[in-house]
């Protein structure tokens, strides 16, 4: 009898605390089911803000309103001449092909009154932006101002236009000039006999010179011999003629050691003056870069060893993706400097390579990455 009395107390013992264990146990379990519902709704908050920020992202990829509709460019140039030009060209005509806009070319043939007529017909077309390349401001500054009062955008390149609303984007004048420059001192140890060949009337060569002018007191032991230019319609024809006369007036080997083109049309027209002439001794350094310039520095022996220059395609382009940020109402700078690079044919490869190559041996070569909005892409996709 005590037996089995001992063994229901022991019973009633373990069942009392099975019935406790039994309780925890489900109130740790709905004590952990409330982080678990909190975990939920905090995914459920995550996927909330995660819906959030890719409506922000929508947001901001979507096109602006001012754009939902093709938009008419006029591009107006001061002057057209050589391959610089025309891959320049070739970049304004690809960005705006890729936006699905339309652009109008104008050359004004280095009239500087009718580069500014066109900016006139440009306004009374009431094209959605202008592109300038060149001119100068004392020819210009009217009819731009015309434009920008009409909320036409105006984006600029090489000029000296000081208007406010107008973008005005350049390749860095004074680099070019210098890294240029630079290098031809150091190949020449800092002294010899050089030829300059420039000429005014044109905002980037200004420029150019005033770096120039620094040049001769740093390096005072550099003398220049000759210094002649002209831009015409057959630029790189007329640089070697006068090439030709500068190299009867100095015959001798050590008469000239080197010749600064501050234009890549200068500088082709020299290099053929001198290949002809059989004085390749005589090294050219220019300024401005192309495909056919390319080809130049690379054929054996060339004596065209280096040029500083922006990838002209690309300078095309962001002047286009300005004008398009102008347009969407989004804030542009005033003045904007594209990084130029000092190209020299012994860091080329052996075998010939294109401008679209040119990056795989110039570092940062056309990749300037600059006026880009998030809405491009779908401007472009569209």
């Known amino acids: 009898m005590k037996r089995f009395k001992a063994l229901s107390s022991l019973f009633l013992l373990f069942f009392a605390v099975f019935s406790i264990l039994t309780g925890c146990t489900h109130e740790q379990d709905a004590v952990s089911s409330k982080p678990a519902n909190g975990a939920k709704t905090t995914n459920n908050k995550t996927e909330t803000t995660s819906s959030h920020s890719t409506a922000t992202s929508d947001e901001q990829a979507a096109i602006p309103e001012k754009l939902k509709k093709p938009v008419k460019i006029a591009a107006i140039m001061q002057l057209s001449i050589g391959t610089f030009s025309s891959q320049y060209i070739a970049g304004v005509k690809e960005q705006v092909q890729k936006f699905g806009g339309e652009v109008q070319i104008y050359n004004a043939d280095n009239d500087l009154t009718k580069m500014a007529s066109y900016v006139e017909t440009a306004i009374t077309q009431n094209v959605d932006a202008i592109l300038l390349d060149h001119g100068r401001a004392d020819a210009l500054e009217g009819p731009v101002k015309k434009a920008v ?147 130049m520095i690379q054929k054996p022996n060339s004596p065209w060893v280096a040029t500083t220059a922006t990838d002209p395609a690309e300078v095309g382009r962001v002047q286009v993706r300005f004008a398009y940020q102008k347009i969407a109402g989004e804030k542009t700078p005033n003045i904007y400097s594209l990084e130029p690079h000092l190209v020299k044919r012994s860091d080329l490869p052996d075998k010939q390579v294109s401008m679209n190559e040119l990056s795989q041996y110039i570092p940062g070569w056309g990749q300037s990455n600059v006026a880009i909005s998030p809405w491009m892409k779908t401007l472009e996709a569209r």
């Open 149 to 295: 009062a009409k909320g036409i955008p105006v984006v600029a390149f090489d000029n000296d236009l000081n208007i406010p609303g107008v973008t005005v984007i350049d390749q860095d004048d004074y680099s070019l000039a210098w890294k240029t420059l630079k290098t031809l001192a150091e190949d020449l140890n800092g002294e010899g006999n050089i030829v300059t060949i420039w000429v005014g009337g044109f905002t980037p060569m200004e420029r150019r010179h005033i770096i120039y002018d620094a040049f001769k007191k740093r390096y005072p032991n550099i003398k220049e011999i000759a210094k002649f230019g002209t831009a015409s319609a057959n630029t790189a024809l007329d640089t070697q003629t006068q090439m030709e006369a500068i190299l009867k007036k100095y015959p001798n080997k050590g008469d000239i050691d080197a010749v600064f083109a501050t234009w890549d049309e200068f500088a082709k027209g020299a290099t053929r003056a001198i290949e002809q002439a059989g004085r390749t001794e005589i090294k050219v350094y220019g300024i401005d870069l192309s495909d056919e310039d390319l080809q």
